[in-house]
């Protein structure tokens, strides 16, 4: 716990899981252009750590790896970044600046809970796009019409939101992520369209009035009548 800061040489793909885990002195970070993915854990209650550099080549964040690191403010990630985590940078509670590129297509559950980005997005756009998805949104949102280029709806986006009554999905999304609306008992209408082929379980829990609108023959309808789920062919 007494290291304050690390340069990590060239060579290594992966910085492992729990690496540095725990180490609470450790106040900066840089990382070397060969890696490819930070493992689960690895920076996780760093809570000295101001400064972490990630290179262009990483492709995955890991879930909890930067996980209540409590005096990180900023964060660039690069384009080559596909996917982060679940609770990547949950309690993460200085965290007020995080820019994230179009090349990230996946987000885990509540991978920036507990940050004043989130709460500055939520209050500022009602809908939270990280990259390319959908990964929040202000609770007392009521109509949401999803942007176009989105690709996927992270599990727990839209959970609980109880003012929601209608939502419009882009063609282009792929993916409703397990519990996306779970809890969103006001909602009355979502617009499907035929790009999407999977919803994840209890994407809809909760959600006694709604009818799915999609195109005949995709698999909305499919999923739809499978979970005795009223259907209106667009």
């Known amino acids: 716990t007494s290291l304050t800061g690390m340069t990590i040489p060239e060579g290594g793909s992966k910085i492992g899981s729990k690496a540095f885990s725990g180490c609470t002195s450790l106040a900066n970070v840089m990382l070397p252009t060969s890696v490819t993915a930070i493992d689960e854990e690895t920076f996780s209650s760093c809570t000295s750590l101001t400064s972490v550099t990630i290179p262009v080549g990483v492709q995955e964040i890991g879930k909890s790896a930067f996980w209540c690191c409590t005096t990180l403010a900023s964060v660039p990630i690069p384009e080559s970044v596909t996917e982060i ?9 200085s965290l007020s600046s995080i820019i994230i590129r179009e090349g990230v297509v996946r987000i885990g559950q509540t991978a920036f809970g507990e940050t004043p980005w989130l709460e500055q997005q939520k209050a500022e756009h009602g809908i939270v796009y990280a990259g390319r998805c959908v990964a929040a949104c202000r609770e007392t949102l009521a ?54 082929t999977a919803i994840g379980w209890w994407a809809f829990r909760g959600c006694e009035q709604l009818t799915i609108h999609a195109p005949a023959g995709s698999y909305a309808r499919q999923y739809a009548e499978e979970n005795h789920i009223p259907f209106a062919a667009e």
């Open 85 to 93: 985590g679940d609770v990547a940078f949950r309690g993460c509670t």
């Open 143 to 196: 109509h949401a019409e999803i942007k176009d280029g989105t690709r996927y709806i992270c599990n727990h986006a839209f959970r609980e939101c109880t003012a929601l009554t209608s939502v419009v999905i882009p063609e282009g999304v792929t993916e409703i992520d397990w519990c996306a609306f779970d809890g969103c008992t006001g909602l009355t209408s979502v617009t499907i369209p035929a790009s999407v």
